[in-house]
């Protein structure tokens, strides 16, 4: 597939508006749990000329599962590599412009303006890419990660996971398949 290709997969996956999980946002949760969710391969790859490098469908679907009706937290590299915001969630946008007014989406300028938009919200996302992770390693509960078994060219690329603090808590392995043709697994990590 070339990246154009892969580009227009994934973003008609992503932009797919049927709605799902929309009542899910409470006010005041009685404890909120901060995820960081990610496709990374074997070398941590994440993107590449701010693009994502692979399609895999059943991925994006379970991403859009997993985020939709929650607050989902993105740099603005990040941002700028979809076509518009994504619909069915509140889209967070962290700059260090003090004049950035994208369409559908809320702007902050630090991780302290991000996190105190997402209190009333069970469970925030932060969706990437390879800076954002890295701000939020320390500070996130949870990360959802989908592990592609294979070595990538990348220029973005996932922090490492430090084992001593983060335990694997649930795992679902995905034989390569007609769709696409690298293995991968779903990883839950929480701290220990
Ligand atoms: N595989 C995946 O799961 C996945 C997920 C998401 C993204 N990606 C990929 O990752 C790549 C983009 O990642 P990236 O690391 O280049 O960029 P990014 O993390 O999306 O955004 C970086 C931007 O965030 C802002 N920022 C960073 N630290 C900040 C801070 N402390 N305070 C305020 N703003 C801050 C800055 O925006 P300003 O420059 O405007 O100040 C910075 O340029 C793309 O290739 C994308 O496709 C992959």
Redesign the pocket.
């Known amino acids: 597939m070339t990246a154009q290709e892969i580009r227009h997969k994934n973003n008609n996956l992503l932009l797919d508006n049927e709605e799902e999980g929309k009542h899910k946002t409470t006010a005041m949760p009685a404890q909120q749990t901060l995820t960081m969710i990610?496709?990374?391969a074997k070398n941590n790859a994440?993107?590449?000329d701010?693009?994502?490098i692979w399609h895999i469908s059943e991925d994006l679907k379970r991403f859009k599962r997993l985020t939709s009706g929650h607050a989902i937290i993105?740099?603005?590299?990040?941002f700028e590599?979809m076509p518009k915001a994504l619909p069915n969630r509140t889209n967070i946008i962290?700059?260090?412009?003090k004049d950035?007014q994208p369409e559908g989406a809320l702007v902050v300028?630090?991780?302290e303006e991000a996190l105190a938009l997402v209190e009333e919200d069970a469970q925030p996302f932060i969706?990437?890419?390879?800076?954002?992770y890295r701000?939020f390693m320390e500070t996130c509960d949870r990360i959802e990660l989908t592990r592609v078994h294979h070595d990538f060219d990348a220029d973005?690329f996932f922090p490492s996971i430090d084992t001593s603090k983060w335990a694997i808590v649930n795992q679902e392995d995905i034989l390569a398949n007609g769709d696409q043709p690298y293995n991968y697994s779903y990883l839950t990590y929480e701290k220990k």
């Not at 993105?74 to 990040?78: L, N």
């Not at 962290?94 to 412009?97: A, E, F, Q, V, Y």
């Open positions: 990610a496709a990374a994440l993107g590449k701010n693009d994502l993105m740099g603005r590299k990040t590599s962290l700059t260090k412009k950035y300028n630090t991780v969706i990437g890419g390879g800076e954002i701000l973005v």
